[in-house]
C-alpha cells in the first residue's frame, strides 16, 4: 500500500473573465478545495500529471495536469471519480489483523509524474527525511467515508521487527495521508515502524525524486 499510496492543497482561478482561460492553473481556485499545490523551485520538470491508481498498481486514469508556472504547478482534481476499477478494501490491500469499517469501500493511491517535455523524469513527492526516520504525504481516494485502524508486527528476519500501524481516517473524496517511517536500535535488534495516519504532520516539503 505503501508504494501506491504515494505519492495532497487548494487552487486555480483568474482574475480578469478574458484571460480565465489562460490563469486557471497559476490563481488560487477558492471554488476548488481538491486542488494540489507544488510549490517548488525546479529546472528539472515543467510539466506534473496527477494519476490515479488501484492497490495493485494499475493506472485508472490522469486525474489533472498542470504546466510549471509563477513558481508552481496547481493540479485541480476531480470532486468526484469513478471507481469500478478502484481495489475494494476487503481485497487484501490491508493485512487480515487490521480493522477495515467498511470493507465494500472503494480506494484509490495518487501519484504525481513530473515530465520535462514529453520526456517523463521522476515523481514529486512531499517528504521530509532525516537520518533514522521519514515522513511522506500521499493522497488517497475513497468512494465514502471509512476508518482503517490496527496495530501488528513480525520478525521478517533475525533482529529485524517490522511493525505496521493505520490511524486513517479516510472521508468520501480526496483525503492526505501521512506514511510515517522510523527506524528503533533496540538491544535484540531494529524495529522499523511506518504509520499511515490521517493527522497532518509538519515540515514536509516538495521534491522531485528519480523515477528509475
Not at 504515494?6 to 486555480?12: D, E, G, I, R
Not at 493511491?109 to 517523463?120: E, T, V
Request: glycine letters at 8%; one cysteine or more.
Amino acid at each position: 500500500m505503501k508504494q501506491y499510496l504515494k505519492s495532497y492543497s487548494l487552487f486555480v482561478v483568474a482574475v480578469i473573465a478574458a484571460i480565465l482561460a489562460s490563469c486557471k492553473t497559476n490563481e488560487p481556485d477558492v471554488d476548488n478545495p481538491n486542488a494540489i499545490v507544488i510549490d517548488i523551485s525546479t529546472t528539472q520538470a515543467d510539466k506534473a500529471q496527477a494519476e490515479l491508481l488501484n492497490y495493485q498498481g494499475d493506472l485508472i486514469g490522469v486525474m489533472a495536469t498542470a504546466n510549471y508556472e509563477n513558481g508552481k504547478f496547481v493540479l485541480n482534481l476531480p470532486a468526484e471519480v469513478d471507481v469500478t476499477n478502484l481495489s475494494l478494501a476487503s481485497q487484501s490491500v490491508f493485512d487480515p489483523r487490521i480493522t477495515v469499517s467498511n470493507p465494500q469501500a472503494r480506494l484509490g493511491g495518487l501519484q504525481i509524474s513530473a515530465y520535462k517535455g514529453n520526456i517523463f523524469v521522476g515523481y514529486f513527492v512531499m517528504a521530509e527525511v532525516g537520518q533514522s526516520s521519514s515522513k511522506e504525504q500521499t493522497f488517497v481516494y475513497a468512494d465514502r467515508d471509512v476508518n482503517v485502524l490496527g496495530d501488528y508486527q513480525d520478525e521478517i528476519l533475525e533482529g529485524l521487527v517490522f511493525r505496521q500501524i493505520y490511524e486513517m481516517h479516510l472521508k468520501k473524496g480526496w483525503n492526505k495521508v501521512y506514511a510515517i517511517q522510523s527506524n528503533t536500535f533496540t538491544g535484540a535488534g531494529i524495529q522499523s515502524t511506518v504509520r499511515m495516519t490521517t493527522s497532518a504532520q509538519a515540515g514536509l516539503r516538495w521534491m522531485i525524486v528519480n523515477g528509475n
